[in-house]
């Protein structure tokens, strides 16, 4: 399995540098082919947008092979040609955006399990916002006020994004309906990045993350290590 990197927001803003620059590194230097996911962008016709951000965004890091999928709904996440896409990636990047309608098309997809074979070769799988949320075993959805199951790369946890805005306010009722589950508290402008599967993290960029488990938070701080 590549690394992973989970994202508590604003990315694209130049605020996530440190974390990407990580991850295009880990994904094989600037020549390997990066892939955008705009999924959740899609409900408001904004993929093209969010993309194209993406696009430029990892292009000033360096980047020499970056394009966003057109993956915006179910028929598209059984393309064959955007799994393809995907499974030539080196890095792949899951934008943020509407989180269920994310994670509801990502699942048993063609596409994702495409996505999936390449991190079993070796490929970064990288999300911000509902990009991370997705990732994990369960998600928050705040507009239908559900837990969510996700896509499981990382078991036993769900993401609070944008922890130090308005994630925090999620963590008191999920820590109440979610008692065994770790809750990964996310500010904006900080990655965690694990390279082994999972099991252990670094936190990177300018924020913290907050770890909700066993009855209490834990607070890791820039270039601070935990496991899960």
Request: net charge neutral; charged share 15%; glycine share 12%.
């Amino acid at each position: 399995m590549g690394a992973l990197l989970l994202e508590g927001g604003a990315e694209f803003g130049g605020q996530m540098r440190e974390p990407d620059l990580i991850a295009l590194k880990l994904a094989g230097g600037p020549q390997s082919p990066v892939r955008i996911i705009p999924t959740a962008a899609a409900p408001d016709n904004n993929q093209a947008r969010a993309g194209g951000n993406g696009v430029r965004w990892f292009t000033a890091l360096g980047a020499q092979n970056v394009s966003w999928v057109p993956l915006i709904d179910k028929p598209s996440a059984n393309d064959p040609q955007v799994a393809a896409e995907l499974l030539q990636a080196r890095l792949i990047y899951v934008l943020g955006g509407f989180t269920n309608y994310l994670g509801q098309t990502l699942k048993e997809s063609a596409a994702w399990q495409a996505a999936l074979q390449a991190a079993q070769a070796g490929a970064v799988i990288a999300g911000s916002s509902a990009g991370a949320m997705v990732l994990c075993q369960f998600y928050y959805d705040p507009g239908a006020g559900q837990v969510m199951d996700g896509l499981n790369l990382i078991p036993n946890a769900l993401v609070l994004p944008h922890h130090n805005t308005f994630g925090k306010a999620w963590a008191p009722q999920l820590v109440e309906r979610l008692p065994g589950v770790t809750l990964l508290g996310i500010d904006e402008r900080t990655g965690m990045l694990s390279q082994d599967g999972a099991a252990n993290w670094q936190v990177l960029g300018q924020g913290s993350v907050s770890l909700y488990r066993q009855g209490r938070r834990e607070i890791y701080q820039k270039e601070k290590r935990f496991s899960l």
